[in-house]
């Protein structure tokens, strides 16, 4: 083989042989299309969530009159939805995610946590499921609803095999009866539609876990406690009681003939589709990456101004690289955060598969650098950013939730560390 020399290499970069052919196809430049969604939602995230956003992290509430307003212009709804995933390029929904979360966290989440329920209904349900009950979740244009995902329990958070709610077939009546308790649901109690995880053969841990849909008004299915929180406030989070709660057999995400297969599968020792499973999780990460990210962003564009107005010793606070390189950092830190979050969209919708956990890494950096960023714009704000008269504050606590829910930082550490070694680490 000839080799190549350094001289080679440089003469053919200076030469720009390359461009004789085939451009390569490579670019990270918006469409015109993605330019106007993202200019749309950056208008409706400065123009009503961020005037909103204090008041309702005090009152703790969620913000109907918002969700209203975002049904209303088609920011919240089945169709806005559809028209944010048809995006080819796989970054519709981690665009909207980051101008939304820009204009405010708590609010965001209000509009936002739907997204779980739907994911799950449109992941796991037939073409019939979904049709019935993603516009649900949603409501109407006039009268909005929100939908709940209850996984979670009191004994079962990144642990999820150890959950204990249990749905038990009545061939009688053809329905399930749902018996257990769900911890921390965004949206729970409140929601039209709930979808719960249940196990439906604790003896198959989490490979005996199905999917449920809980149409609205169902008896048995309460809400418990709600949450006092520290950051995400105007989202609304409670545990969820299922006593008794009887649905009707075709409430079964993918239905019961499925679920008997793959049953029957992970009995005879063969392999289940958790598989698949891990990699509906890695797609679904990055769009979360994409609300730290704008968390992030708003809290640095924040500091960015403040340090230009501030004056200390006869000089913008800027002026001093102790604070100019800080925001610098965080510029940078910000960017690379949102380069995974792109990459690993991409990855998700071209190739349906990732090599090394790519949607974990970018939902990990993104959680992180939110928490860090905020931190910092507290610290270029001084006394003033620890205050509730400035948002940063209010950034800080609501960023700290993305190194917690959606899977830790510890286990989304696991999961790349598995992924890269292919081995099992614990
Ligand atoms: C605001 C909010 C909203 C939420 N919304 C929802 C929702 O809508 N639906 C839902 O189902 N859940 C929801 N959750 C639950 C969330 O997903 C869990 O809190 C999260 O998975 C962590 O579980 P845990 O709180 O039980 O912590 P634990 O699992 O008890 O973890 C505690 C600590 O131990 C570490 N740890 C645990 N296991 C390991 C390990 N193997 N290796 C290293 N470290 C480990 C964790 O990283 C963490 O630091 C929400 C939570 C919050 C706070």
Redesign the pocket.
């Known amino acids: 083989m000839e080799a190549t020399t350094a001289e080679q290499v440089a003469a053919e970069a200076t030469n720009g042989s390359q461009s004789e052919g085939e451009p390569l196809g490579f670019s990270l430049a918006l469409t015109q299309e993605q330019k106007d969604i993202q200019e749309w939602v950056h208008g409706f995230a400065e123009g009503v969530m961020r005037p909103a956003a204090a008041e309702w992290d005090e009152r703790e509430e969620t913000p109907w009159p918002v969700i209203q307003e975002a049904a209303k212009i088609g920011l919240y709804g089945f169709e806005g939805l559809a028209q944010f995933y048809a995006d080819e390029t796989g970054l519709g929904l981690p665009l909207v995610n980051e101008e939304v979360f820009w204009g405010d966290a708590g609010i965001g989440m209000a509009i936002m946590?739907t997204g779980?329920a739907v994911a799950s209904i449109f992941g796991q349900g037939t073409g019939e499921q979904i049709g019935e009950w993603i516009p649900q979740c949603f409501g109407s244009e006039s009268d909005p609803a929100v939908a709940?995902?209850?996984?979670?329990e009191p004994d079962?958070?990144?642990?999820v095999s150890a959950l204990r709610t249990t749905a038990k077939y009545d061939e009688a009546s053809d329905e399930w009866v749902i018996n257990g308790q769900?911890?921390?649901?965004?949206?729970?109690g409140i929601a039209k539609v709930h979808v719960i995880?249940a196990s439906v053969d604790r003896e198959l841990g989490s490979r005996g876990h199905a999917a449920f849909v809980i149409p609205p008004g169902t008896k048995g299915c309460e809400q418990g406690a709600k949450?006092k929180?520290h950051g995400?406030r105007a989202?609304h989070?409670a545990d969820v009681h299922l006593d008794d709660c009887r649905v009707p057999g075709s409430c079964l995400l993918g239905g019961k003939e499925k679920l008997d297969e793959r049953l029957a599968r992970v009995r005879e020792g063969k392999s289940s589709r958790s598989q698949a499973a891990m990699q509906t999780f890695e797609a679904s990460r990055p769009t979360v990456g994409a609300q730290a990210i704008g968390i992030a962003r708003a809290a640095y564009e924040y500091a960015l101004d403040y340090a230009k107005e501030r004056k200390q010793f006869g000089r913008p606070i800027i002026e001093n690289q102790a604070i100019a390189f800080t925001l610098a950092d965080m510029k940078l830190e910000i960017d690379a955060a949102r380069l995974l979050v792109w990459r690993a969209s991409w990855m998700g919708r071209n190739q349906h598969t990732f090599t090394n956990a790519e949607g974990s890494m970018s939902k990990l950096k993104a959680g992180e650098v939110a928490v860090w960023a905020t931190e910092r714009a507290i610290q270029v704000l001084g006394g003033n950013g620890y205050t509730r008269e400035y948002p940063v504050e209010r950034m800080h606590r609501d960023a700290k939730?993305y190194t917690?829910?959606?899977?830790?930082?510890?286990?989304q550490r696991?999961v790349i560390a598995r992924a890269i070694s292919g081995m099992k680490i614990?």
């Open positions: 946590g779980l709940a995902f209850c996984a979670s079962a958070g990144s642990d769900k911890a921390w649901a965004t949206n729970g995880i949450v929180k995400l989202s989070t939730i917690i829910f959606e899977g830790t930082s510890e286990i696991l614990r």
